[in-house]
């Protein structure tokens, strides 16, 4: 089985050919493929296909898809992670890892400390680059669910959101482990601080709306090094990443 693989925003019915234009620079000129290689392809509905370079131009490639050849199940568990905004290449990196660990919503916040603020003339580039991010990350990882990137929204608007979901923070005076947490639910809630932390407002309105702090040991992580701890530690509980 080909080794390539790529995220493709297409149907992908078996039989039909499809022509690429974004990707074919890449498959042309950096892999070197040629007529009847195979490649594989997903396009986030939990399917990988097989497909063959039917057709190379200049500017484009033809893909044959084949069958589906594996299904990825749906989570039992459904993890949400709310990144208070950060700059730049942080914000990529924790993009990056935490969908490779297995995020499936990734929600932007605003906070008070946050040093990044993203204009509305700013969004649909910035979210583009998001998208793209975890596009490849998939394509890496072997995950054939793209996690969704929602608008970015007040810390406030998040934080008095009424569901039942488990709702956990990372909180350094905090005197429980995620470990120490008992739970059946299958929706999680993480809120992550920006740089500077979340202030005592808002973390105060977290513990009114029934965010559990939870402590990550004695070390000070980064914000981004936060997420993809708690991410990993989640995971090893109660996701596909499980211990036992």
Partial sequence: MSKHRFYIDNPLDPGNEITLASKAHYIIHVLRLNVDDNIRIFNGNGHE???????????????????????EEKPSTKIRIAQCLIKKPKMDLLLQKTTE???????????????IKIKDDQL???KSHWEKITQSACEQSGRNYIPLIEDPISIGKFLCE??????????????ITIGDIKTTKKQIDILIGPEG???????????ENDF?????????????TAAIAMLAIIQSHWGDMRAD
């Fill in 197 to 207: 932390g979340i202030s005592n407002n808002e973390k105060h309105l977290a513990y």
């Fill in 124 to 126: 649909r580039t910035k």
């Fill in 49 to 71: 296909h097989t497909a063959k370079i039917t057709k190379i131009n200049k500017n484009n490639v033809s893909l044959l898809i084949g069958s589906s050849a594996c299904y």
């Fill in 212 to 224: 559990i702090g939870v402590s990550l040991g004695p070390k000070i992580l980064r914000s981004e």
């Fill in 162 to 175: 009424k569901n039942d979901n488990l709702k956990i923070m990372p909180d350094p005076s905090a005197d």
């Fill in 101 to 115: 660990l297995g995020a499936n919503i990734i929600t932007p916040v605003n906070s008070e400390f946050s040093v």
